[in-house]
């Protein structure tokens, strides 16, 4: 039982939404909830604050590049997706469908690499894994409580 509820944990920090049917399905509401969002939360936090260190140090140690500045960006079809993204939806938008669209570790880097200013960003994101946990896990536990 522990190690479901470690795998499902680790599941929904990166894929949140396609974690909590089988979390829903498994556990009973609150245990369901607590592991989803508490998976959630982690997985934001990690991809918000700790992968922009982590890629910082990718790039002195591994590529002996310290200034970002001087690599070459080329323009392909995905990134001008993820610009256009951005500018479609904005910051509301982007904080809205991380959760259920795009994955965390995506909406995470979308926000930190485009939103910089932003010093809520992590409460934002959180509040809006909180909010589709309750309304994923609610509507899954209904769902499948009416059928069976």
Do not use: C
């Not at 795998?7 to 369901?32: E, N, Q």
């Not at 922009?52 to 001008?80: A, G, T, V």
């Amino acid at each position: 039982m522990w190690l479901e509820a470690i795998g499902f944990f680790l599941l929904s920090s990166v894929k949140f939404a396609v974690a909590t049917l089988p979390i829903a399905l498994r556990f009973d509401f609150y245990t369901a909830l607590t592991i989803s969002i508490l998976g959630g939360l982690s997985g934001a936090f990690f991809f918000l604050f700790l992968w922009r260190k982590f890629m910082d140090m990718w790039n002195i140690y591994i590529f002996k590049n310290p200034n970002k500045e001087s690599i070459l960006i080329k323009i392909n079809k995905r990134k001008r997706r993820i610009i256009n993204l951005k500018n479609t939806y904005g910051y509301w938008g982007i904080l809205v469908l991380t959760p259920v669209i795009l994955s965390i570790p995506i909406g995470a880097f979308l926000l930190s690499q485009y939103f910089q200013k932003k010093k809520l960003k992590f409460i934002h994101l959180s509040l809006s894994i909180i909010i589709w946990g309750i309304i994923l896990i609610s509507f899954f536990k209904f769902f499948y409580q009416s059928i069976f």
